[in-house]
């Protein structure tokens, strides 16, 4: 794409197709073909990847066959390179029906554009594609729709059929928003309490009503509009979209660490890009730059030229990721599970039949009719890898990444997901694969190679690649990043003519600055999303959906069912029909182990394996106080229906010989009950709090036997606690200790067993104590609780622990 010396005075043209107009600057250079980055891309199985280029020479302008397969004919004749100007007339690929294209004079002057909604601005003229219609900044783009606004005094806007302006979008709310003429002759923009937010140049409205001037950009959904005038432009986001890296760099350790050192690379509408490189040369790192789930601390990424940093909170929802793991319940079926995600993702007002219709559409696109029934545990990991993709299509994003879609694959597998991302792009979407297979490179655009060190090595078409590097096979260029550390990998492929040809010229940029010199950076600082819901509608969804996955396990749920009638039963044998001298300390220890272990036990893998999940949903909107809260509900139920079960099997019909039958408000058994449910419930939030700690989940048995050990050591059942130095006040953040003296209280435990250590202070049969130890409990529920909330936060995105 290097143009020819000396300064251009070919006169403008505009190139007609049967895809559009494209206005051809005598400053560029045009490649035409099937490569998606080609500036004029014909969709035709004639024409050849790189087919012919029409550029300035002096005054005049040339097209020039690039070898392609089938040839180029300039007015019914073969060219290889010949001059061509206003009238001519050419074909691509076959002399009678090929692709037509037709040069006519200069367009008229276009009126003064819209201000972009972003500060990075690309020139109209920088080589990227003019017939796509995406960019608010671009000068030659056309609106989709132009709506003259005439003498209405408001504009109704939603999804709702009723509205003035209907946006068939699942992600817009049925009444969004609301432009309104003001008396004046301005106009401002309402939001009417929409769930995915109205957004005014990038930035989401803060209060309910605000200015528009002329030429602000109002987004909703995957829609923009821009007043004009008296006329409101819309423009609409096909999924058609650009991907302009610029620069990026990644540190830690105070920047002595570069993880991602200078990255720029263009990615072209409906382009599949693969990123591949070493263990170690900042593949995760980018993909997280890329997604602005942890932004880059240096440079930019454009999104179809809008900076994604600063529009983050509205752009977010047109980009989807896939995550190396599972993003849905196994335990689940397709259907089911892609049903409670359109839940989440999609606005309150949405109605059933409009999610369902929405899932059983993409269940068609990935092909999966045949398995929507059955659970997700049950399909092979190319069928688990479409369902994970499934429900990132709900939201119908125009950028698509993965994150090692085909780790684990066969290569008959590797190959069926390669070839299901080359469709999705070709359907309209932008997609961004990193992996560390090499097998079906062929199916995409562009390749990236990242070296160690995070640096691109190169940036082309895959079959270019390893000519590149000079080797013949991929093994022999992954042996040279292992072993030719020193090699300046980054530099030999800025000094080489594709570094000018993929990057420099495709985006109009100049060469990056040389190395030592400080990248530039967008000062953007991404916000997270809003919220698609209500919190008390997020809560209802996943109250549902944990109980439907709880319900579905069925080893789950025999061991919780099994387990107080086990616990119980053995306190039963132990207490026989009255709590004596010889039996009473033996039994409430039994139900306070019962109580720790059933508690525990029921939560201490339920945060962890749902950590990729909950991270994946958490990006996109998901309340983490929601999460949270219907974790404690439902395990809380069940928790607390255990140590009922547990209490009622070992002291129902037994005399608990509690002072003049009487407990110390209640019945004696109703209070203990009340102690053990607490404890059971207090255990619950502490196992989640393992939950939250670990980061494998084989980590958790040992820690849960270590909780037992503990809570078992320090109940004060079988150590001498009072008046011992640390060790009594340890014990005041244990629950078991405060369960024990609960029951004690209750039943006067020192009277019954008098041994030295039922001698016990918390064991006195006062109104007094038994409050506090009830208190006690109470307050280290809502400590724990807030503890498993930080610790999730730990867990999450970058950009949503804000």
């Given at each position: 794409?290097?143009?020819r010396?000396?300064?251009?005075?070919?006169?403008?043209?505009?190139?007609?197709?049967?895809?559009?107009?494209?206005a051809m600057?005598?400053?560029?250079?045009?490649?035409?073909?099937?490569?998606?980055?080609?500036?004029?891309?014909?969709?035709?199985?004639r024409?050849?990847?790189?087919h012919?280029?029409?550029?300035?020479?002096?005054?005049?302008?040339?097209?020039?066959?690039?070898?392609?397969?089938?040839?180029?004919?300039?007015?019914?004749?073969?060219?290889?390179?010949r001059?061509?100007?206003?009238?001519?007339?050419?074909?691509?690929?076959?002399e009678e029906?090929?692709?037509?294209a037709?040069?006519?004079g200069?367009?008229?002057?276009?009126?003064?554009?819209?201000?972009p909604?972003?500060?990075a601005?690309?020139?109209p003229?920088?080589?990227?594609r003019?017939?796509?219609?995406?960019?608010?900044?671009?000068?030659?783009?056309?609106?989709?729709?132009?709506?003259?606004?005439?003498?209405?005094t408001?504009?109704?806007?939603?999804?709702d059929?009723?509205?003035?302006l209907v946006?068939d979008?699942l992600?817009?709310?049925?009444?969004?928003?609301?432009?309104r003429?003001?008396?004046?002759?301005t106009?401002?923009?309402?939001?009417?309490?929409?769930?995915?937010?109205?957004?005014?140049n990038g930035?989401?409205?803060?209060?309910?009503?605000?200015?528009?001037?002329?030429?602000?950009?109002?987004?909703?959904?995957?829609s923009?509009f821009c007043?004009?005038?008296?006329?409101?432009?819309?423009?609409?986001?096909?999924g058609?979209?650009s991907?302009?890296v610029?620069?990026?760099?990644v540190?830690?350790?105070?920047?002595?660490?570069?993880?991602?050192?200078r990255v720029?690379?263009?990615?072209?509408?409906?382009?599949?890009?693969?990123?591949?490189?070493p263990?170690?040369?900042?593949?995760?790192t980018l993909?997280?730059?890329?997604?602005?789930?942890?932004?880059?601390d240096?440079?930019?990424?454009?999104y179809?030229?809008?900076?994604l940093?600063?529009?983050?909170?509205?752009?977010?929802?047109?980009?989807?990721?896939?995550?190396?793991?599972?993003?849905?319940?196994?335990?689940?079926?397709?259907r089911?599970?892609?049903g409670?995600?359109?839940?989440?993702?999609f606005?309150?007002?949405?109605?059933?039949?409009?999610?369902?219709?929405?899932?059983?559409?993409?269940?068609?696109?990935?092909?999966?009719?045949?398995?929507?029934?059955?659970p997700?545990?049950s399909?092979?990991?190319?069928?688990?890898?479409?369902v994970?993709?499934?429900?990132?299509?709900?939201?119908?994003?125009?950028?698509?990444?993965?994150?090692?879609?085909?780790?684990?694959l066969?290569?008959?597998?590797?190959?069926?997901?390669?070839?299901?991302?080359r469709?999705?792009?070709d359907?309209?979407?932008?997609?961004?694969?990193v992996?560390?297979s090499?097998?079906?490179l062929?199916v995409?655009?562009?390749?990236?190679?990242?070296?160690?060190?995070?640096?691109?090595?190169?940036?082309?078409?895959?079959?270019?690649?390893?000519?590149?590097?000079?080797?013949?096979?991929?093994?022999?260029?992954?042996?040279?990043?292992?072993?030719?550390?020193?090699?300046d990998?980054a530099?030999?492929?800025?000094?080489?003519?594709?570094?000018?040809?993929y990057?420099?010229?495709?985006?109009?940029?100049?060469?990056?600055?040389?190395?030592?010199e400080?990248?530039?950076?967008?000062?953007?600082?991404?916000?997270?999303?809003?919220?698609?819901?209500?919190?008390?509608?997020?809560?209802?969804?996943?109250?549902?959906?944990?109980?439907?996955?709880?319900?579905a396990?069925?080893?789950?749920?025999?061991?919780m069912?099994?387990?107080?009638?086990?616990?119980?039963?053995?306190?039963?044998?132990?207490?026989?029909?009255?709590?004596?001298?010889?039996?009473?300390?033996?039994?409430l220890?039994?139900?306070?182990?019962?109580?720790?272990?059933?508690?525990?036990?029921?939560?201490?893998?339920?945060?962890?394996?749902?950590?990729?999940?909950?991270?994946?949903?958490?990006a996109?909107?998901?309340?983490?106080?929601?999460?949270l809260?219907?974790k404690?509900?439902?395990?809380?139920?069940?928790?607390?229906?255990?140590?009922?079960?547990?209490?009622v099997?070992?002291?129902?019909?037994v005399?608990?010989n509690?002072?003049?039958?009487?407990?110390?408000?209640?019945?004696?058994?109703?209070?203990?009950?009340l102690?053990?449910?607490?404890?059971?419930?207090?255990?619950?939030?502490?196992?989640?709090?393992?939950?939250?700690?670990?980061?494998?989940?084989?980590a958790?048995?040992?820690?849960?036997?270590?909780?037992?050990?503990v809570?078992?050591?320090?109940c004060?059942?079988?150590?001498?606690?009072?008046?011992?130095?640390?060790?009594?006040q340890?014990?005041?953040?244990?629950?078991?200790?405060?369960?024990?003296?609960a029951?004690?209280t209750?039943?006067?435990?020192?009277a019954?067993?008098p041994?030295?250590?039922?001698?016990?202070?918390?064991?006195?049969?006062?109104?007094?104590?038994?409050i506090?130890?009830?208190?006690?409990l109470?307050?280290?529920?809502?400590?724990?609780?807030?503890?498993?909330a930080?610790?999730?936060?730990?867990?999450?995105?970058?950009v949503m622990?804000?």
């Amino acid at each position: 794409m290097v143009q020819r010396p000396g300064v251009p005075t070919a006169p403008e043209l505009v190139l007609v197709t049967d895809t559009g107009s494209f206005a051809m600057s005598p400053g560029r250079t045009y490649h035409v073909g099937r490569d998606p980055l080609c500036e004029i891309c014909l969709e035709d199985a004639r024409v050849s990847w790189h087919h012919a280029v029409l550029r300035p020479d002096g005054d005049h302008w040339t097209v020039e066959d690039e070898h392609s397969t089938n040839g180029t004919w300039a007015d019914g004749r073969r060219v290889h390179e010949r001059s061509v100007g206003a009238g001519c007339r050419l074909r691509f690929g076959d002399e009678e029906d090929g692709p037509v294209a037709v040069l006519v004079g200069p367009p008229p002057p276009p009126a003064p554009p819209p201000p972009p909604p972003s500060s990075a601005a690309p020139d109209p003229a920088a080589g990227v594609r003019p017939s796509r219609v995406t960019s608010l900044s671009r000068t030659f783009q056309q609106p989709t729709t132009v709506r003259p606004l005439l003498a209405r005094t408001a504009v109704s806007i939603g999804r709702d059929p009723g509205n003035d302006l209907v946006i068939d979008d699942l992600t817009v709310s049925r009444r969004h928003a609301e432009l309104r003429a003001l008396a004046d002759g301005t106009y401002e923009i309402a939001d009417l309490g929409s769930h995915n937010g109205t957004y005014l140049n990038g930035a989401r409205l803060d209060r309910r009503a605000a200015p528009l001037a002329q030429g602000d950009i109002v987004g909703i959904g995957h829609s923009a509009f821009c007043l004009v005038g008296d006329q409101l432009q819309e423009f609409v986001d096909t999924g058609e979209v650009s991907l302009d890296v610029q620069d990026l760099t990644v540190a830690v350790d105070k920047g002595r660490k570069i993880l991602l050192d200078r990255v720029s690379f263009p990615v072209g509408a409906k382009c599949l890009l693969a990123v591949v490189g070493p263990s170690g040369a900042g593949k995760s790192t980018l993909l997280g730059a890329l997604t602005g789930l942890r932004p880059a601390d240096q440079g930019t990424v454009l999104y179809d030229g809008r900076d994604l940093y600063r529009d983050y909170a509205e752009l977010r929802r047109r980009i989807g990721l896939v995550p190396q793991d599972d993003i849905l319940h196994s335990q689940l079926t397709v259907r089911r599970a892609l049903g409670y995600a359109a839940e989440l993702r999609f606005p309150q007002d949405t109605a059933k039949a409009e999610r369902q219709a929405r899932v059983e559409e993409v269940i068609g696109e990935l092909g999966l009719q045949q398995r929507a029934d059955q659970p997700i545990h049950s399909l092979s990991g190319g069928q688990r890898k479409r369902v994970s993709v499934a429900l990132e299509l709900l939201t119908k994003p125009s950028l698509l990444f993965l994150d090692e879609p085909t780790s684990g694959l066969d290569p008959g597998m590797d190959r069926s997901v390669m070839h299901m991302l080359r469709g999705l792009a070709d359907d309209g979407r932008t997609v961004i694969v990193v992996t560390h297979s090499v097998l079906n490179l062929d199916v995409c655009d562009r390749l990236l190679i990242l070296a160690p060190g995070g640096r691109t090595a190169y940036f082309g078409p895959p079959e270019e690649a390893l000519g590149f590097f000079g080797f013949e096979q991929w093994p022999e260029a992954y042996e040279a990043f292992e072993n030719q550390q020193d090699r300046d990998w980054a530099g030999q492929y800025r000094a080489s003519p594709l570094q000018s040809r993929y990057v420099d010229v495709a985006t109009g940029r100049t060469p990056p600055p040389p190395a030592g010199e400080a990248a530039r950076t967008s000062g953007a600082v991404p916000q997270p999303p809003p919220k698609a819901q209500s919190w008390g509608s997020q809560l209802s969804t996943l109250i549902r959906r944990y109980t439907a996955v709880l319900g579905a396990d069925r080893t789950f749920l025999a061991i919780m069912i099994g387990l107080p009638f086990v616990m119980g039963g053995l306190a039963r044998a132990l207490a026989g029909t009255a709590l004596t001298a010889e039996t009473g300390l033996n039994a409430l220890f039994i139900l306070v182990l019962g109580g720790v272990l059933t508690g525990a036990a029921n939560a201490v893998r339920e945060l962890v394996k749902e950590r990729v999940i909950y991270q994946r949903e958490r990006a996109v909107g998901l309340s983490r106080s929601a999460y949270l809260m219907s974790k404690v509900v439902v395990l809380g139920v069940l928790t607390v229906a255990q140590a009922v079960v547990l209490t009622v099997v070992g002291l129902a019909g037994v005399d608990t010989n509690a002072p003049g039958g009487k407990g110390i408000f209640l019945p004696p058994l109703i209070e203990i009950i009340l102690a053990v449910a607490l404890l059971s419930f207090t255990s619950m939030l502490l196992g989640l709090m393992i939950s939250a700690l670990v980061t494998k989940e084989e980590a958790t048995m040992p820690l849960l036997v270590l909780l037992t050990i503990v809570q078992s050591a320090f109940c004060g059942a079988l150590l001498k606690l009072s008046g011992v130095p640390v060790l009594e006040q340890l014990a005041w953040f244990v629950p078991a200790r405060w369960a024990m003296g609960a029951m004690g209280t209750t039943t006067d435990l020192g009277a019954i067993v008098p041994l030295k250590i039922t001698q016990d202070p918390l064991f006195a049969h006062k109104t007094s104590l038994w409050i506090l130890e009830i208190g006690m409990l109470l307050a280290l529920s809502v400590l724990f609780t807030v503890l498993v909330a930080r610790m999730l936060r730990r867990t999450e995105p970058a950009v949503m622990r804000k």
